[in-house]
């Protein structure tokens, strides 16, 4: 079975709340998104909240981010921010760890597509070829990219040229990952 993107995100988000209840008992937790509404809160904790995804509510995907800068972007980005409203995911793949960037909430969504027309718009005053992030990798300014030209996932230095194709596509990437536990 061929999997598309909105289907490889679901799958690997089960994957990870299925660890995190797992090892836990309870669905992923985070610190960082204590205090901030979202739908996806399940129960708040002692400055921890649990979550759970929820379906995306937002109408026109990320056509503002297109018609801010005359740009196309590749269908794969659009359904990855698309799919839902969830916590930032921790994962893995071939021993490089990083975060799965995700809208937590219908205001969190607008700052995303605000901090990916800032990327593009940098990456073009640079003569960079345009991407657009879809996680942060442990290494000081590392993005995990999908390139806007290829659909390749991509590990990139931002404002640097320097990139190490990770996938040939990110359908591959996502159903790679290996989901890692925060505690």
Same mark, same amino acid.
């Given at each position: 079975?061929?999997?598309? =993107?909105?289907?490889?995100?679901?799958?690997?988000?089960? /994957?990870?709340?299925?660890?995190?209840?797992?090892?836990?008992?309870?669905?992923p937790a985070s610190s960082d998104l204590y205090g901030i509404p979202s739908p996806c809160i399940e129960r708040?904790?002692?400055? =921890?909240?649990?979550?759970?995804?929820?379906?995306?509510?937002?109408?026109?995907?990320?056509?503002?981010?297109?018609?801010?800068?005359? @740009? /196309?972007?590749?269908?794969?980005?659009?359904?990855?921010?698309?799919?839902?409203?969830?916590?930032?995911?921790?994962?893995?793949?071939?021993?490089?760890?990083? %975060?799965? @960037?995700?809208?937590?909430?219908?205001?969190?969504? @607008?700052?995303?597509?605000?901090?990916?027309?800032?990327?593009?718009?940098?990456?073009?005053?640079?003569?960079?070829?345009?991407? +657009?992030?879809?996680?942060? +990798?442990? %290494?000081?300014?590392?993005?995990?990219? @999908?390139?806007?030209?290829?659909?390749?996932?991509?590990?990139?230095?931002?404002? /640097?040229?320097?990139?190490?194709?990770?996938?040939?596509?990110?359908?591959?990437?996502?159903?790679?990952?290996?989901?890692?536990?925060?505690?």
């Amino acid at each position: 079975m061929t999997l598309n =993107v909105t289907e490889a995100l679901s799958d690997f988000t089960q /994957r990870y709340i299925d660890q995190w209840q797992r090892e836990t008992g309870f669905p992923p937790a985070s610190s960082d998104l204590y205090g901030i509404p979202s739908p996806c809160i399940e129960r708040t904790g002692d400055e =921890v909240v649990y979550w759970l995804p929820q379906p995306f509510s937002v109408q026109g995907g990320l056509n503002k981010v297109e018609t801010a800068l005359d @740009i /196309r972007l590749q269908n794969s980005v659009n359904d990855f921010y698309v799919t839902q409203f969830a916590g930032d995911m921790t994962a893995s793949l071939e021993g490089q760890s990083f %975060s799965l @960037i995700q809208a937590w909430s219908e205001d969190d969504f @607008i700052r995303l597509q605000e901090n990916l027309i800032g990327h593009l718009v940098t990456q073009k005053r640079l003569k960079l070829p345009p991407t +657009a992030f879809i996680g942060t +990798a442990d %290494s000081d300014m590392g993005l995990i990219s @999908i390139c806007n030209m290829t659909g390749q996932v991509i590990l990139e230095q931002f404002g /640097r040229h320097e990139r190490t194709t990770l996938s040939a596509d990110l359908v591959t990437f996502l159903s790679a990952l290996k989901p890692v536990t925060c505690r």
